[in-house]
Each structure stands twice: as C-alpha cells, then as structure tokens.
C-alpha cells in the first residue's frame, strides 16, 4: 500500500471497529468503498435505523407485552451508566470484542471500551499494520480511537484518532446523516426501542442468563432489511443480555451483548492533543 492508502485504510478501520463495538444493528449499514485496501476516504457509516431516544414508541404495540417493555425501557434509561461486554461479527470482513463502561446521561454518551480484533479481512489488515486492539474514549461531542506505532509514525507520532461527530455528519453522499444524534443516543434501552416498533413482539419466556433469572422477549424489526432483536431482562427491569442480527453491505451482522455493574461510575478522558491527530484533518491532508 502507498502512505496515502495505508492513512485511509485506518482512519476507515478505526471509525468502522469503534462504531461496530458500540452501535451493532441499531444502526444498520456498514462500511463502503473506503474501508480496508480501498483508495476512498471512509465515505460510509452505519446509517441511523432506530428511533433516537427523544422519539416517542410506535403506537403499533400495545397491551400487556407494550406495558412491560416500557417499563424496562424507563428502568434501563434511568440507570445512566452500565458495564457491557460485546462481540461482534459481520460477515468475513471482521469479527470483535469488546469490553469496558459506557454511561448515557442529558448531556450524551461518554465511556471507555477496548476493543480486540478477534477475526476477519479487517483483523488481518489491522495485524499487519501492528495492530490487535485499540482503545475507543466516548465523549458527548466526540470520540477517540487509538492506532498503533506503525500507523502514528505515519501521522507525526500521534496514537488517537479524533472523529467529531458533526463532521460525521458531513461525510460525502450523505452516509453521516443522522449519525451525530444516533452516537449520542446508543444506549441499552435502544434495543427496547427497537422492539417497541416491531409488530411480531412476543415473550419467549423465564431463562437463566449468566446465573440469573432472565425473561426474554425477541422481535422483527425493519421491514425489508428485517433485523431480529432479543433481550433478556431481569426482575428490576434492567437489560442483561441483547442479541441484534441483521444484514450490513458487507455480510450478516450479530452483535451479543451482556450488561452489568448498572449505575457504575463512568469516565474517559480526552487523549493529549498533541497525541491526536483530527479525522477531518486527516482525510484532507490525504485528499479526502
């Protein structure tokens, strides 16, 4: 690969493995043309799919099933901060980890996740570049990715990458719209969301997960890009296990994801800047 290829290939993975631990189907979509051994600038995102946590639930749900998932959508949403842990897979092109703290209070999103590339064409692209793992930073106007030496050499020894979400938003064919209140808003209680708008909810029944007493409840959402959702729910309400599976551009999408420690306390730092290197800085200073 030349420099240039090399910078945008990881300026893409970055934002695509951040965004892949964090979102899963709430956000359908995927990466595009600009992702591993393209020449384009990372040009796509996950394209907002949900509600955004300020729209109010489809009314086409009611009765005793609608009743009991608001009320894990109220109890989750009041909670402000959980643990979670994730794994992720779409299609060949990549397959991860993801484990740490993530809060959701008014003024947004903020948390810290490590990320570890378990599989893949991205895994392989991102081992070759020295690259296994990589800290993600959620922050409510932004959020950072760490890279590795051999690509911080490349952009004057810096080791995060900065992606306002604004300049999401601006992302050439419109792939960013919506973006910047999507990031904000992903939280638990999305996957609630979600089933709250699917007509074919229904509770499967009492399960153990994890050592609990869980009740899980599944559903289709999404029309004719049909995602089904899952969650297991617990006595107080609150989300312990979420399961998304769903179709991106680049393969099948499952993301499973377990949450505990509800309420925990939630911080990340923003990285040095002069240890950061702007995305939107970056794309241009390669021709994006």
Same mark, same amino acid.
């Given at each position: 690969?030349?420099?240039?290829?090399?910078?945008?290939?990881?300026?893409?993975?970055?934002?695509?493995?951040?965004?892949?631990?964090?979102?899963?189907?709430?956000?359908?979509?995927?990466?595009?043309?600009?992702?591993?051994?393209?020449?384009?600038?990372?040009?796509?995102?996950?394209?907002?799919?949900?509600?955004?946590?300020?729209?109010?639930?489809?009314?086409?749900?009611?009765?005793?099933?609608?009743?009991?998932?608001?009320?894990?959508?109220?109890?989750?949403?009041?909670?402000?901060?959980?643990?979670?842990?994730?794994?992720?897979?779409?299609?060949?092109?990549?397959?991860?980890?993801?484990?740490?703290?993530?809060?959701?209070?008014?003024? !947004?999103?903020?948390? =810290?996740?490590?990320?570890?590339?378990? @599989? *893949?064409? &991205? #895994?392989? %692209?991102?081992?070759?570049?020295?690259?296994?793992?990589?800290?993600?930073?959620?922050?409510?106007?932004?959020?950072?990715?760490?890279?590795?030496?051999?690509?911080?050499?490349?952009?004057?020894?810096?080791?995060?990458?900065?992606?306002?979400?604004?300049?999401?938003?601006?992302?050439?064919?419109?792939?960013?719209?919506?973006?910047?209140?999507?990031?904000?808003?992903?939280?638990?209680?999305?996957?609630?969301?979600?089933?709250?708008?699917?007509?074919?909810?229904?509770?499967?029944?009492?399960?153990?997960?994890? !050592?609990?007493?869980? =009740?899980?409840?599944?559903?289709?959402? @999404? *029309?004719? &890009? #049909?995602? %089904?959702?899952?969650?297991?729910?617990?006595?107080?309400?609150?989300?312990?296990?979420?399961?998304?599976?769903?179709?991106?551009?680049?393969?099948?999408?499952?993301?499973?994801?377990?949450?505990?420690?509800?309420?925990?306390?939630?911080?990340?730092?923003?990285?040095?800047?002069?240890?950061?290197?702007?995305?939107?800085?970056?794309?241009?200073?390669?021709?994006?």
């Amino acid at each position: 690969m030349t420099g240039t290829t090399v910078c945008r290939t990881v300026v893409a993975i970055a934002l695509t493995a951040t965004l892949a631990g964090l979102t899963g189907c709430t956000s359908s979509g995927g990466p595009a043309d600009g992702g591993p051994g393209g020449s384009a600038p990372p040009a796509a995102t996950p394209q907002p799919s949900a509600p955004s946590s300020t729209a109010p639930p489809s009314p086409s749900l009611t009765g005793p099933s609608a009743k009991a998932l608001r009320a894990v959508e109220r109890a989750t949403g009041r909670a402000g901060s959980a643990r979670v842990e994730s794994t992720t897979v779409i299609g060949s092109e990549l397959s991860l980890k993801a484990v740490g703290a993530l809060g959701w209070r008014d003024d !947004g999103l903020t948390g =810290t996740l490590t990320i570890t590339y378990t @599989g *893949g064409t &991205t #895994a392989e %692209t991102m081992r070759r570049l020295g690259t296994t793992a990589m800290e993600a930073r959620y922050l409510p106007d932004a959020y950072y990715a760490e890279v590795g030496d051999e690509f911080a050499d490349r952009v004057g020894g810096r080791h995060w990458i900065k992606y306002v979400y604004e300049d999401l938003e601006d992302l050439g064919g419109g792939a960013g719209a919506g973006f910047a209140d999507e990031m904000r808003n992903t939280t638990p209680n999305q996957a609630v969301k979600l089933l709250l708008t699917a007509e074919d909810v229904r509770r499967v029944g009492e399960e153990k997960t994890r !050592g609990r007493r869980t =009740t899980h409840w599944t559903g289709t959402v @999404g *029309g004719a &890009t #049909a995602q %089904t959702v899952d969650i297991w729910v617990d006595d107080r309400d609150l989300l312990v296990k979420k399961v998304e599976r769903g179709r991106t551009e680049n393969g099948e999408l499952t993301q499973t994801a377990y949450y505990s420690e509800y309420g925990v306390t939630v911080s990340a730092e923003r990285p040095p800047a002069a240890d950061t290197a702007d995305f939107k800085e970056l794309l241009a200073s390669q021709g994006g």
